[in-house]
């Protein structure tokens, strides 16, 4: 990811990993780190750890006909982990929340039927001095693999049956004024593309437009490749949930 | 004396037409399975089944509502059928080390559960909406066929469907399963719940206690 922020001429860039683990069929847990480097005018390079994440998830409600999904989750991030001369906090910080998913192909809505809706709420509680933050995002997506499988056999190069455009909205609004803190409210819009075969593998990559002052200026780019463990080892111990429920005879 | 020695010709004629019929029969007849566990009316085309009875390539087998089928194939592999099916032995090669083996689901589910194999071989299911294949050595999986789409969900090992009309196909791994509908690509797979399989598992079932 490469952003600007305002009255700080830097230009930043995070390299993130996350390892997603099934614990149960409903249970996940999730672990996040990185570093960030940040590129300063008139000053030299640095480049540091991020904060150490670590995400709880549970699929509370699934309806496929509706194509319907709801989670709760439960992150934690620890402070003091990452370096502080790259902005990583010193206080950590818990954040219960909600993600859902809505497909639409249930609704009688012919080449409409592709659109998703997912979207997350959470609610950050900062230890010590750290501000609270309230959370949110939304995607909406139109699948084109979902419509070559689902709805119209198409004619198109077999590259764009696997791309799915997808332009997604984050938000943050500090809740609390702290005295050394920003309290303004964050919000970026990313649109962008991404792109599966059901190979095992997905790519995404968006543009980070920054919308208010607080945000930054200039525009940022975000690549993502994810990995699908469980599809590629499914009969490893690395690909399986750790407690898998009983199978008949 | 030369009426008895025509008669005697004459028979001998017949004999070795019918020992050629006979002949041609049994080559064409090529044993595919022993039916190992049946539970209802079960049929090939239209004669009843019973545990013991041989499958042959060419055979079309019909399993009732309600009823249920097991079948012990030549190289050990074991096809269990689930009520309102039919399926077709269309070939059943086994010449070892290798193997080459099509089947087709006209309705109704399967479960295929393919012996290991060490050379490259064959083991598909064809129905309306695509074929699926056996990736892996050895396999455990299921395949559905309904009128306008068939399901594939994979226990142990890879299957690849692939669509009759697009040509497009996925892989899927094992505890994965997707949806292929008639005149579109495949679904991209997903993981399926032990609770799918579970449902799957007591469709193919067979209520026969002496089953294997």
Not at chain 1, 127 to 148: C, D, H, K, M
Not at chain 1, 220 to 241: F, H, K, M, N, T
Not at chain 2, 51 to 67: E, F, K, W, Y
Not at chain 2, 71 to 78: G, H, K
């Amino acid at each position: 990811m490469k952003a600007l922020k305002p009255f700080d001429p830097t230009r930043q860039t995070n390299f993130g990993g996350t390892y997603s683990k099934l614990i149960t069929e409903d249970l996940g847990i999730e672990l996040e780190d990185g570093l960030i480097h940040r590129d300063r005018l008139g000053a030299s390079s640095v480049t540091g750890a991020q904060n150490f994440r670590a995400t709880l998830q549970y699929e509370a409600m699934l309806d496929p006909p509706h194509e319907f999904l709801l989670s709760v989750l439960l992150e934690h991030e620890f402070g003091g982990t990452g370096d502080p001369a790259v902005g990583s906090e010193k206080h950590g910080a818990t954040t219960p929340g909600v993600t859902f998913g809505k497909g639409l192909g249930d609704l009688p809505i012919g080449y409409w039927r592709p659109l998703a809706i997912t979207g997350f709420a959470g609610y950050e509680f900062g230890e010590g001095p750290r501000t609270n933050t309230f959370q949110a995002g939304i995607s909406i997506q139109y699948s084109i693999p979902y419509l070559v499988s689902k709805v119209s056999n198409v004619n198109m190069p077999s590259f764009l049956r696997g791309m799915t455009p997808i332009t997604e909205v984050f938000f943050a609004n500090p809740v609390e004024r702290a005295p050394d803190q920003g309290t303004n409210t964050t919000l970026v819009v990313a649109p962008g593309v991404s792109y599966s075969r059901g190979r095992g593998w997905e790519l995404g990559i968006e543009a980070m437009i920054p919308t208010t002052r607080a945000t930054g200026h200039g525009i940022g780019v975000i690549a993502q490749l994810l990995v699908q463990l469980d599809y590629l080892l499914p009969e490893s111990v690395i690909g399986r949930p750790i407690f898998v429920p009983t199978e008949l005879p | 004396m030369p009426r008895f020695e025509n008669t005697n010709r004459k028979l001998g004629v017949l004999f070795a037409i019918l020992g050629l019929i006979l002949w041609v029969d049994t080559a064409a007849a090529t044993p595919a399975g022993t039916v190992v566990a049946v539970s209802g009316s079960c049929t090939d085309h239209g004669r009843v089944l019973d545990r013991g009875d041989a499958v042959q390539v060419g055979d079309t087998i019909d399993v009732p509502t309600g009823g249920n089928l097991k079948l012990q194939m030549t190289d050990r592999s074991v096809i269990s059928v689930a009520p309102d099916s039919s399926m077709t032995v269309v070939g059943y090669s086994i010449d070892a080390p290798s193997r080459n083996v099509r089947l087709s689901l006209t309705r109704g589910a399967l479960r295929a559960q393919v012996s290991s194999i060490r050379d490259p071989s064959t083991f598909e299911v064809a129905t309306a909406s695509g074929t699926a294949s056996v990736a892996s050595a050895s396999a455990d999986w299921f395949i559905k066929a309904q009128p306008d789409a068939a399901q594939v969900a994979v226990l142990v090992g890879t299957i690849d469907l692939r669509s009759a009309v697009t040509g497009d196909s996925v892989s899927i791994p094992a505890r994965w399963g997707t949806r292929l509908e008639t005149g579109l690509d495949p679904v991209l797979p997903r993981i399926w719940a032990q609770r799918e399989f579970n449902a799957v598992i007591r469709l193919t079932g067979t209520n026969d206690p002496a089953a294997l």
